[in-house]
């Protein structure tokens, strides 16, 4: 009789590795998007983070110095996805060397993405865009010619 434990340790590491090849493409989708403009683009390019916790305020201040290098804040800001797509895509960004991100400014660019993805952006759902797939991605490209 086969064990049933080994049945759902299977499909929990299946479904694990599942979710992170998507965070690797979700993140690999950053990497392609920096040259067109992306709806969460527009919206606000600054939030009030006076109610958040010290440490979290003092994330927001690195997130602001690093992350309009290669796009809008305005795109971190808006867009919304859970915290470990968040730990990949900021993972991506830490790599390319024109970014110039240390791995301790990856960790505070992370920790307040993640918990402003918790504190703001899941209650507040208005304005905000979930990560945009490869053929939504090709049809904002083609609408401007790039």
Not at 51 to 79: M, W
Request: net charge positive; aromatic share 10%.
């Amino acid at each position: 009789m086969k064990n049933p434990m080994n049945k759902r340790a299977a499909l929990a590491g299946f479904c694990a590795g599942a979710m992170m090849i998507f965070a690797v493409w979700v993140a690999g989708q950053a990497l392609k998007t920096s040259e067109i403009v992306l709806p969460q683009d527009k919206g606000p390019d600054k939030i009030n983070v006076s109610s958040y916790p010290a440490n979290i305020q003092a994330d927001y201040k690195v997130f602001t110095e690093h992350c309009g290098t290669c796009h809008t804040l305005a795109r971190g800001l808006n867009t919304s996805m859970p915290a470990v797509y968040w730990a990949n895509y900021i993972g991506r960004m830490a790599q390319r060397p024109e970014v110039g991100i240390t791995p301790e400014q990856a960790d505070q660019i992370y920790q307040f993405l993640a918990y402003d993805q918790l504190a703001r952006k899941s209650k507040y759902t208005h304005g905000l865009y979930p990560a945009h797939t490869e053929d939504e991605l090709q049809k904002l490209k083609q609408q401007q010619g790039k």
